[in-house]
Structures are given as C-alpha cells and as structure tokens.
C-alpha cells in the first residue's frame, strides 16, 4: 500500500493520530514505537501490518513489549 493510500484509509477512518505518525516518521521524529504484540498499532489487521511496514520502510524501529512486564 503506497503512503497516499495508507493515508486516505487512515483520513477516511478518523485515525488522525496514526497519520501524525507517520508524518513524524517521514521528518525523523520518531526512532522507535513500542508496541504489545496481541494489540498492535490497529485493530485493523492488514491495515495495522501497512502502516507498521511503512514505519519501518521509514527507519522506525518497531519493539514488541514482554506484556507480563507492564
């Protein structure tokens, strides 16, 4: 899924934040994102595994959490 289609699904669905995500992963801003595994970023599946391999085509790091630690 190219960047402008991410961002129309995200734009269509309200996910503003997600965007502000991914803008600030095309600036440099954002080096790394932790996340749990069972939840993700989204609850959308194929979309969630989009944005995340987008983030990552970014440099993002993405880190999965040990949930029994929080």
Known sequence: MT???LT???EKKG???IIELIEDAEKGHLEE?????????LRDDELN???????EEQGVTI??????DE
């Open 33 to 41: 994102l932790e996340l749990a595994p069972s939840l993700g970023l």
């Open 49 to 55: 595994k989009a944005v995340l391999a987008y983030l």
């Open 8 to 10: 129309a699904v995200l």
């Open 63 to 68: 880190i999965y959490v040990n949930e029994d």
């Open 3 to 5: 960047r402008d289609e």
């Open 15 to 17: 996910m503003l934040e």
